[in-house]
C-alpha cells in the first residue's frame, strides 16, 4: 500500500529508473506547472470516471477531481516512488469521495434512478464512449463500475484494484469478467 513519506525529495530521484508519472510529480513537488498540466491530462478522465462511479453524480465528481488534483499538487512533493503513481491517486480520489459521503449523511438520500438521469453524458464527446459509460451505470452495480473503470480506463492490474477497494483479488477478477460479459451483453445492438 502507498504512504506519503515525512520527508521530501532531498535531491532529485533517477529519472532512468522512473515512470513519467513519478518524474511527474517529482517536477510538480519543485513546483513545475507545465509537468502539472501534463499529469492533470494524462489522468483527468480516469480520475473523473473513477469519481462519478462512486459518488454517482456530476457536480460531485468534478468537486472530487477538483479536490483529487489540489490534494496532489499540495503533496506531490511526499509522494515515494513505488512504480506505482495511479494507485496513489485513486487512494487520493477515493478517500475524497468517502470525506464526501460523510459529509451528505445528513442529507435526504436521492433514489439511484434520479442521480443517473441527472448525469450529462452528452459531455462526452465520442459516441461509442458515451453509450458504453451510460450502459455502465445502468447495469452495474458500484463496485462492478469501480472495477471496470479501475481497470479499463485507467490500466490499474487486478491486483492493484483488490489492494485499492480492499477486496479480495478472486473477487475483483470474478466481478470484472461478470461485469464485462454483462456489459457485451447489453451492447451487442447498440453499437
Known sequence: MLVFSALAYESPP???TLSIDEVLFYQIGKG???AFLKLYEQTRTAIYAYALSLLH???DAEDAMQDTYIKIRAAAHLYQPRGKPMAWIFTIARNICLMKFRQQKHLSPVP???VKEGIDFHSIEDREDRIVLETTFQVL???ERQIIVLHAVSGLKHREISELLQIPLSSVLSKYNRSIKKLRHQLEGKL
Open 32 to 34: 513545475d506547472k507545465m
Open 141 to 143: 452495480s458500484q463496485q
Open 14 to 16: 533517477d529519472t532512468k
Open 112 to 114: 439511484l434512478e434520479n
Open 57 to 59: 453524480n456530476q457536480s
